[in-house]
């Protein structure tokens, strides 16, 4: 059983910056993918973020390469999610979730995951 725990949400305006973090209740984090995700009202969830067991390969959804950036710290169990030049359709309920199985094709696929969080809200105003 791995508990998540997700922090850092907020409200933020059209072009700040925010960071998430995911902090994970497990002895062995570096045997499990971490991958971010989010669900706008009334929208399925989606996925926005992913990263290797060991950090050395990461994915991102088109609509946030470029701005949001994932990384890990095996050492503290925590995979962080920062976001630049936010948008206002960047406001959802962002969710991480990890993963024992480590196939990049699969890591924009929610049932490619086992555990998740509760999440965490981002509201970005205009």
């Known amino acids: 059983q791995v508990q998540l725990v997700e922090s850092g949400g907020g409200l933020m305006q059209a072009g700040g910056s925010l960071g998430l973090s995911c902090a994970a209740s497990?002895?062995?984090?570096?045997?499990?993918?971490v991958g971010w995700f989010r669900q706008a009202p009334g929208k399925e969830r989606e996925f926005v973020a992913a990263i290797s067991k060991s950090g050395g390969s990461t994915l991102y959804a088109p609509s946030v390469k470029g701005r949001f950036t994932i990384s890990r710290d095996n050492a503290k169990n925590t995979v962080n999610l920062q976001m630049h030049s936010l948008k206002p359709e960047d406001t959802a309920v962002y969710y991480c979730a990890v993963t024992s199985l480590d196939y990049s094709g699969s890591y924009n696929y929610t049932a490619f995951y086992d555990y998740w969080g509760q999440g965490t809200q981002v509201t970005v105003s205009s």
């Open positions: 497990v002895r062995t984090f570096n045997n499990y993918a």
